[in-house]
Structure formats: C-alpha cells, structure tokens
C-alpha cells in the first residue's frame, strides 16, 4: 500500500484564490519531504525541499511567497498555492525519504499519488 | 533541476519488440532508478541500481549503469501495448536532505 498519502487528487479553483496540497507519510516519520511540479508532457521539476520544524528551501526560479510550504510534523507538509493564475495549473507530486532502514536498504524514497490543479 | 538528457524522446515500437531508453547525468550518485508513469497519473517505481552495480534484471526489464559515462540504459523486453507510458531515470545521492533528480523521459508507445 502506498507510504506516501497525497491530498486532494485533483482540484478546481479560480484565479486569485489559494490552494493547499497535503502530503502524509503514512508509515514512518519524515524529516525531509520533496516537492515537484510536472508540466503536461514534461518531466518532474524539483520545486523545493520542506523540512520539518524549519523554512524550506527552494529551487531556483521557484517564488517561495507563491509556493507556502508548512512542515509543521514529522508526518505532515502542505503546499499551499497562493493567488493561484492559469499558468499555475499543473500536476504537483511530493516525496518522502524513509531513513529507518539505512542506506543499506537500497530506495528510500517514496512519492505520492500527485496532486492535479486547474486554476481557471 | 535536471541532471540530464533522454534518449529518445518518443518511440514508438510494435509488440514483442524491445524498446531501449538511454539516460545521461551530471553528478555523482549513490543509486539511478527507473520510473514509469501512465498519462496524468502518478509514478510506478521500477528499478534501482545502485553506483557499485552494472547491469540489473527485473522481469522484463534490464537496466545498465555505467558511471564512467554517467550513463544508464533500460531495456525493455518482448513489449506490451500496457507498457505504453513515459519513463523516467532518476539519480539519489543518498544524502539525507536531497531529493531524486529526474531526467527529461522517453514517451514510449507500444501498438498492437
């Protein structure tokens, strides 16, 4: 079953108003979630990286006071769009590292079931 | 970011036939995995191998690595018209802050 819980599948909103995505590690507690945003027919661009208890880091060309991330547990980050435009319509997919097994374990990352939004 | 390049971008094959995507990278990794993603879904984890490896087997599908290269190969063996997708590599430094880096992906298309 899926480690990595995103919320919600798929969402309409209009333009200027906000959106928020959630992104749950079900299984095991996760310090450090990823974010990503994927363009239709395009690949998975790295938008930032949510740690927990403290700012997130962003990706170049990635305006952080558009894209609000909260990592405020260890199960827990949301990314919230603020005054979402057309051009912010896209598939949002986040990750989760599971580190309780080492490195030895071979993947420990794990993604969500992403997140599709239209802003019309 | 990106790490690298694909190749092709689009293919497309016949079934039964194999199909081969190539994938370059940048930087030093610990782990190169293959990822497959159906239209406007999410992704499928297909294969991992790690840095001290060469080749790999998963069912039908056959991954290289060669690091002198920074280069990665995934065969697909005798396809399917369900194979049909995009296919991603993407490279892990294994450092507990850094995330999967994705390369651009082939679009596969297998016709019955």
């Known amino acids: 079953g899926a480690v990595v819980s995103q919320h919600p599948s798929w969402v309409i909103c209009k333009s200027g108003t906000s959106v928020k995505i959630e992104c749950r590690s079900l299984?095991?507690?996760?310090?450090?979630m990823f974010w990503y945003r994927q363009f239709p027919k395009q690949s998975l661009m790295l938008m930032a990286t949510?740690?927990?208890?403290?700012?997130?880091?962003?990706e170049q060309g990635v305006e952080k006071d558009k894209f609000l991330i909260n990592h405020a547990s260890l199960t827990l980050s949301t990314l919230t769009v603020t005054s979402a435009h057309p051009e912010d319509s896209s598939f949002y997919i986040c990750?989760?590292?599971?580190?309780?097994?080492?490195?030895?374990?071979?993947?420990?990352?794990?993604f969500g079931e992403g997140s599709w939004l239209t802003v019309v | 970011s990106q790490q690298g390049e694909e190749d092709p971008q689009a293919l497309s094959i016949q079934e039964g036939e194999n199909a081969t995507m190539n994938c370059s990278y940048k930087?030093?990794?610990?782990?190169l995995q293959w990822y497959r993603q159906n239209s406007g879904r999410g992704l499928v984890h297909l294969i991992l191998?790690?840095?001290?490896?060469r080749e790999k087997h998963s069912g039908r599908l056959r991954v290289t690595l060669d690091t002198s290269k920074k280069s990665s190969s995934l065969l697909i063996t005798a396809s399917r018209a369900a194979d049909t997708a995009s296919y991603f590599c993407?490279?892990?430094?294994?450092?507990?802050?850094?995330?999967?880096?994705f390369g651009k992906g082939t679009t596969l298309s297998v016709s019955s």
């Open positions: 990750s989760a590292r599971d580190l309780r097994f080492g490195e030895s374990s071979g993947n420990t990352i794990y």
């Open positions: 299984d095991f507690q996760a310090t450090t």
């Open positions: 949510s740690n927990e208890g403290s700012k997130a880091t962003y």
């Open positions: 930087t030093s990794i610990n782990n």
């Open positions: 191998i790690r840095s001290n490896e």
């Open positions: 993407a490279t892990d430094s294994l450092q507990a802050g850094t995330a999967l880096i």
